[in-house]
């Protein structure tokens, strides 16, 4: 593995190394999320991503269709050898990033592939639309996992994701997925469509108008926030 950390030190630009902190930081993305958030084109990310994954920086999968559908986009995780840089960055081993190539795929199998997807879809949308329309003007200055949400604020909101909105001089905070105090019920869709603002300005016109600017994935706009 040094050899090959060698190696990636002169390979690995400071996108690559950003595609693999957020990766590691919310387990899985398609190709089109990432091309959302780091690259100007399709043909661009596939072919950067491509290569990623001969590297062994990054693994990938393709979920499973049914007859008809198609084939489904790639999948991406970390691989062995981006564990190993993100290790070798922060100065530790990579088992205290609680990482192992396995574990890393069991997204693959999960029931909760297709939620964790629509949940990060939602906010690379977010970005991308940061990018394409409002480029210096706004952005997404913050976005924390479901794990990092439930470490914060477990003991009063289970949520799927946080994020801070900048637009101008207004911010925007909010919370994505759950209702405060306990999980939404019902379908992962349904789950994934409850979005709300975080504090005290609930009513806030600015963060119902931000909210609803970005269509969520398939095409429907992200409801307003709940009462």
Known sequence: MAERLAVLAGQL???????LRLVFGHRVFTTHQLAQVFFTSQD?????????????????FRPHTR???????????????GAAVLAAEGGVEVRRLDYRPDKALEIAHSQRLAHQVSVNGFFTALIGHARQ????????????????????WGHVVRADGYGRWH???RVVSFFFGGRPGHRAAGSAGRQAARLWPAGRRQGDPHARAVLAAVGRPGGQRPPGPGP
């Open 167 to 169: 637009e101008g001089d």
């Open 44 to 60: 661009r990310a596939e072919h950067r991503l491509r290569q990623l994954t001969h590297a062994g920086v990054l693994a990938r």
């Open 13 to 19: 630009t400071d996108r690559d190394r950003a595609i």
């Open 133 to 152: 329309r409002r480029p210096g003007r706004a952005r997404l200055a913050l976005w924390l996992s479901e794990r990092a949400c439930n470490d914060y």
């Open 67 to 81: 007859h008809g559908e198609g084939s489904a986009p790639f999948h991406y995780v970390l691989g062995s050898a």
